[in-house]
């Protein structure tokens, strides 16, 4: 055991969050404490560790901070044993952790839930300041003292923030005034409602928003997280990790030069670091500034807005309303629906024109853009803007919109999500880093005097076959006068890395694909070459232009990060069927052409290949993603009838991602998998995490 001097190394345990499925995520746990605290050992079984000292002698010890509640008769082992992690580890521990590491492990860890720190001490009141200095007994920690010993159990910022969501869930409907009981449920939760039976479907909200709270749920739809929908974001969780593994230093600039819809620029935000957003689509730009801008506007500044705008809408539309039904009026309207304005979404998007023109919607949504354009600016006018985008959103395809009603909503929603955030941040005292998004290219980045400077990068590229972004946000982007003409929805699809839509010139692709101008990897030529070949040109055409877009942005990347900086990106692998034919695969390989193409047959069963999830790093990294290795197939379908058969090829974006990272002078430092359980059955089967450094 320890001294107990200050500042001595004193023991810590880490308890996993129990919503934990994947043992690659126990993996990135383990990672991301490693980073930031030095190498610790697995608790695969608390109630073992209770047995063996320091924890032996804290046994049946309650609270020292007495709250008069039922909390005060909760044993040490009852906190520590409770909700744990399912699978093997349930958590992490080390008797060396220093404590002035402990406040930046509560504030930034992601997998960790709770951290019991325990040491010999005669003063529970100087070890908590020691450790803990802005803890808030009762709040976020509470603490143990036995035979000369101190423990102290504190929750980290995730579990507050994640599970804020469920405040947001349960309150739409009510006073904005049950926010704050709501959250005050939620600080409570873990230090004084342990012990509790799950509610009857017909229980007060309240009781209900307890069951959410003990559900192996895992939100990431929190806070600023929650604003408009985007599909294929990351995790708010796995992004902490990956920020904690890449940057475990207090302050810096982290990048995400495929930004989307702003994941990596809010969590760094909230770790504490400032953050850039590199992103093409203009309306993935305002998502992602609008959810930093919520995270720094004052709440008062919001609200005075939100009123604002609301009311000036209201009599906007009014006027409308009283014009079309052919009254005179005194007044004429601020900010008329023009016409050119109507004209310029027809012609970008007559679907979404013939969707929304019914009943005016569209003109009152052309009414509240113009408002919000000509009475505010910044910050909130991101949020504003953000609010109206969500609001379309929702009513896209509906029969019967009601557009001033969702209006209404969107706006209050983001009001109670800045105060919620507002009143999480009061409790847990951290300041926020600076977020910003910029339209740009991520092949090119000369331009943008901004970014000159970065300590660490987490990105996901879209994949060659990315989702139809455009497509998905077509609405907003009209609507919002994000796209101008048709010429610029073609300009802007163009430069969308992996566009399922692409048109491409067969001429001057095919010239690409023989040449190889980007210079690109024999491994990824070999793949783009058998799609070609096999008649899947558009396919191949898609794969070079994506690859070659892969490998200029990590160029520019190379070109901002300081030495020494990580960078990690994500990536899914593409399973496609090459050819139906199943002879065209010999023994020796597949056909193509005259010659022959070594393969790797693989056996997959239930569109699913064996997976090794632990982290592949230094001398096994260069041999498995080596350059040279083969194409790996695989042979689908015994029945002749079957729609299946064919030959199936496995497109390993994550060696091609190495291999090019490599290329432009990043070293490879890891890569870890994990199975995707949404798409066993799709194209996409399995995710890797490549990690690289800028030598
Ligand atoms: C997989 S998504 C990223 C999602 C993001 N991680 C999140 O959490 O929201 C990939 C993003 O790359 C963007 N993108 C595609 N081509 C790009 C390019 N050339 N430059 C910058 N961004 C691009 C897409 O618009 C899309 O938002």
Not at 298 to 320: I, P, Q, R, Y
């Amino acid at each position: 055991m320890h001294s107990g001097k200050a500042g001595a190394a004193v023991y810590a345990y880490f308890k996993l969050f129990n919503s934990i499925k994947d043992e690659h995520e126990v993996e990135l746990a383990r990672l991301e404490l490693e980073s930031l605290a030095g190498a610790v050992e697995p608790v695969r079984n608390f109630a073992d560790a209770l047995r063996e000292k320091p924890l032996k002698s804290l046994v049946n010890t309650t609270q020292v901070t007495l709250r008069g509640d039922e909390s005060d008769t909760v044993r040490f082992q009852d906190f520590l044993t409770h909700e744990l992690a399912y699978g093997r580890v349930q958590g992490f521990v080390t008797e060396d952790i220093k404590p002035r590491d402990v406040p930046r492990l509560v504030r930034k860890l992601g997998y960790t839930r709770e951290i019991y720190l325990v040491d010999e001490r005669t003063s529970w009141k100087t070890f908590l300041k020691a450790v803990l200095p802005q803890g808030n007994v009762g709040r976020n920690c509470n603490v143990f003292f036995s035979k000369g010993l101190v423990a102290v159990r504190t929750i980290t910022n995730q579990y507050f923030l994640e599970n804020s969501e469920y405040v947001t869930k349960v309150t739409p409907s009510l006073e904005r005034s049950q926010v704050a009981r709501f959250a005050d449920s939620l600080f409570d939760n873990l230090m004084r409602h342990i012990y509790r039976i799950p509610a009857s479907g017909k229980a007060r909200v309240g009781k209900r928003f307890l069951d959410y709270l003990a559900e192996r749920g895992e939100g990431s739809l929190y806070l600023s997280h929650g604003l408009h929908p985007y599909k294929g974001k990351f995790h708010p969780k796995m992004t902490r990790a990956l920020v904690n593994i890449v940057r475990p230093d207090d302050k810096g600039t982290i990048v995400d030069n495929f930004a989307g819809s702003g994941t990596l620029l809010v969590e760094s935000c909230l770790m504490g670091f400032d953050s850039y957003g590199i992103e093409i689509n203009p309306m993935s730009v305002l998502m992602a500034n609008a959810k930093c801008a919520l995270m720094r506007v004052k709440l008062g500044d919001l609200d005075e807005a939100a009123k604002k705008f609301l009311a000036v809408l209201h009599s906007e539309l009014e006027l409308m309303q009283q014009q079309s039904d052919g009254q005179a009026t005194l007044e004429t309207m601020g900010y008329p629906p023009e016409s050119a304005i109507l004209e310029e979404i027809k012609s970008v998007a007559p679907d979404v024109y013939d969707d929304f023109a019914p009943k005016h919607v569209l003109e009152e949504i052309v009414v509240a853009r113009r408002v919000i354009e000509g009475e505010f600016e910044g910050d909130i006018r991101d949020l504003l803007l953000l609010g109206l985008a969500m609001a379309i959103s929702n009513l896209k395809g509906k029969k019967n919109k009601d557009f001033q009603d969702q209006i209404g909503s969107t706006v209050e929603d983001i009001y109670r999500r800045c105060y919620l955030f507002n009143y999480l941040r009061e409790v847990l005292q951290f300041d926020v880093g600076y977020g910003t998004s910029i339209e740009a290219d991520a092949s090119d980045l000369r331009n943008i005097s901004a970014l000159k400077r970065a300590h660490g990068n987490v990105n996901s590229p879209p994949y060659s076959t990315a989702l139809d972004y455009i497509r998905n946000d077509l609405a907003q982007l009209a609507l919002l006068g994000m796209v101008k003409n048709a010429e610029g929805l073609r300009e802007l699809e163009a430069k969308m890395g992996g566009n399922p839509r692409a048109e491409y010139d067969t001429d001057a692709m095919h010239a690409k694909v023989t040449e190889n101008p980007a210079g690109l990897p024999d491994y990824a030529m070999v793949l783009i070459r058998l799609f070609e070949h096999y008649g899947k040109s558009n396919h191949a055409y898609r794969l070079y232009e994506f690859f070659d877009l892969i490998k200029r942005s990590f160029g520019e990347q190379m070109r901002i990060l300081e030495k020494g900086s990580k960078i990690a990106t994500v990536i899914g692998n593409n399973h496609f069927k090459l050819t139906d034919e199943v002879d065209a695969l010999g023994s020796s390989g597949i056909r193509i052409g005259e010659g022959i193409c070594p393969v790797e047959v693989h056996s997959v069963k239930n569109n699913m290949k064996p997976l090794d999830v632990k982290p592949i790093t230094g001398e096994s990294l260069l041999s498995r993603y080596s350059g040279t290795l083969p194409v790996k197939v695989s042979v689908s379908g015994a029945s002749a009838s079957s729609a299946q058969d064919g030959v199936y090829v496995e497109v390993e974006n994550e060696r091609v991602i190495l291999l090019l990272a490599m290329m432009v002078g990043f070293r490879p430092c890891m890569v870890i998998n994990r199975y995707i359980e949404k798409t066993l059955r799709g194209n996409i089967r399995y995710e890797s995490i490549v990690i690289m450094e800028k030598p």
